[in-house]
């Protein structure tokens, strides 16, 4: 599936609404208590146009770009983060790899390589391998020292990850991550959808 055939995909007017961002700040779920600093915000949006510290991208296991989110970063970086990627020789489905952001407003991209959904096989297990996307990802963030990072919606797009389970493993992995690190450098997470679902799915989890 492309992005074109995805009808629930925001129109350019929607997406430029960037007031409709919603922040909230993570809450320990055992202790009922604030995570210190850290806030997470859900937004409609082009993750190609955010002024962060690190994107993550959607890409392929070869990190030689693609379509969906992967395409588009691609395009906005230019030609010099084809370059850096192809020295990397890939990355393993589940890890995360990291580079320069070239001509894009953040500082590098994350690169994690998401599971593609397929009807057979464990539920679990195929959430344990998004979960791995989501983790590997904050603590390369992390080991950088990176204090703001936004995620696209991993495997929802051409990996066909139903939304609604994405979105549990995402939410519940950054959540996990915030309760068991208490002083990360990290402290702004944003979670950037580009069709009206997703945004839906989290906006249930979150607020
Ligand atoms: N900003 C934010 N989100 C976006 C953008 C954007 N500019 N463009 C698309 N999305 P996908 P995957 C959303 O297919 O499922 C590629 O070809 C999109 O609506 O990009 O992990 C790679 O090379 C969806 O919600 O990634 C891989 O081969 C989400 O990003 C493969 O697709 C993820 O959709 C990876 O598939």
């Not at 230019?78 to 489905?93: H, R, V």
């Not at 944003?190 to 906006?203: G, T």
Request: charged share 25%.
């Amino acid at each position: 599936m492309t992005d074109e055939d995805n009808v629930d995909i925001f129109s350019p007017e929607e997406l430029g609404k960037i007031s409709d961002v919603l922040s909230v700040s993570l809450v320990n779920r055992e202790t009922n208590k604030r995570t210190p600093y850290v806030d997470i915000e859900l937004m409609r949006g082009d993750i190609t146009q955010l002024e962060v510290d690190v994107v993550v991208n959607a890409a392929h296991d070869d990190l030689t770009g693609g379509g969906g989110v992967d395409g588009a970063i691609h395009k906005a970086s230019g030609q010099k983060l084809l370059g850096e990627c192809l020295n990397l020789y890939g990355c393993p489905q589940g890890e995360a790899r990291i580079t320069g952001a070239y001509n894009m407003p953040s500082k590098y991209i994350i690169h994690t390589v998401g599971p593609v959904w397929t009807p057979a096989g464990s539920i679990k297990e195929k959430k344990e391998r998004l979960r791995n996307c989501y983790r590997s990802c904050l603590v390369m963030a992390e080991l950088q020292g990176l204090k703001s990072i936004a995620f696209p919606c991993i495997s929802t797009g051409a990996y066909c990850f139903p939304k609604d389970i994405a979105a549990e493993v995402a939410v519940e992995t950054i959540r996990d991550f915030f309760n068991l690190y208490v002083n990360t450098y990290l402290d702004l997470v944003k979670i950037v959808c580009f069709d009206s679902q997703n945004f839906e799915e989290y906006k249930k989890l979150l607020f």
